[in-house]
């Protein structure tokens, strides 16, 4: 998913509504199996979901904590019953993972907006402001991963989209993104200073 495909600001959202709707996509039927959605798979469910509500709302699937200490999004889900007695408990389990994601989109939006470029910047100033908003984005997938085995593709998701939201093209993005990250942070660490200044310093010199 692109930043364009998840930003909220392109895609309202009625929180006091999402348990309704998750609902009726965990009792509609699986297109493959024809049984409820939500006895049949996840995924089943953010495909229901991302037909409701569009493209952004599958990222929970991918971004849903699976053991203690995984470094990603969405953590602390309730547990999730079995049979057909429990659908509503999973309704609410499925309302709490796309609630975490919209918030964590919302978050970012957040985040990325102080570093956006205006129409009329120059290249310079586009420049600066990208190398300036790498250590504000870099903190705040650690204090949300807490550095986990798997933070690297939150952090690295990340700094994409803020990329692409400050006008770098998606594939020159993702490849100068994949550069540093894999050059500079490691799983289950924490980035010191100067990874982050190295990171900061490649945003800084590219071109785009």
């Given at each position: 998913m692109t930043w364009r495909d998840v930003e909220p600001a392109k895609h309202p959202f009625d929180p006091s509504r999402a348990l309704d709707a998750v609902r009726a996509v965990v009792a509609s039927p699986d297109p493959e199996s024809g049984r409820p959605r939500g006895l049949?798979?996840?995924?089943?469910?953010?495909?229901?979901?991302?037909?409701?509500?569009?493209?952004?709302?599958?990222?929970?699937?991918?971004?849903?904590?699976?053991?203690?200490?995984?470094?990603?999004?969405?953590?602390?889900?309730?547990?999730?019953?079995?049979?057909a007695r429990d659908l509503d408990q999973q309704a609410r389990r499925y309302t709490d993972a796309l609630l975490q994601w919209r918030g964590w989109l919302e978050e970012l939006a957040a985040?990325?907006?102080?570093?956006?470029?205006?129409?009329?910047?120059?290249?310079?100033?586009?420049?600066?402001?990208r190398e300036s908003g790498v250590a504000a984005l870099v903190t705040l997938v650690v204090e949300r991963t807490q550095a986990g085995e798997l933070w690297l593709g939150t952090c690295a998701q990340a700094l994409t989209w803020f990329l692409e939201a400050t006008g770098v093209p998606v594939a020159e993005a993702e490849e100068?993104?994949?550069?540093?990250?894999?050059?500079?942070?490691?799983?289950?660490?924490?980035?010191?200073?100067?990874?982050?200044?190295?990171?900061r310093k490649a945003v800084g010199e590219h071109r785009a």
């Open positions: 049949w798979s996840d995924n089943s469910i953010a495909q229901g979901l991302a037909e409701h509500y569009g493209t952004w709302a599958f990222g929970w699937y991918t971004a849903m904590q699976l053991y203690p200490d995984s470094g990603t999004v969405i953590r602390e889900l309730p547990p999730c019953g079995l049979g985040a990325f907006a102080p570093f956006v470029p205006g129409p009329d910047s120059d290249a310079a100033t586009r420049r600066q402001l100068l993104v994949d550069d540093i990250v894999d050059g500079e942070f490691a799983s289950w660490v924490a980035p010191d200073a100067e990874a982050i200044g190295r990171a």
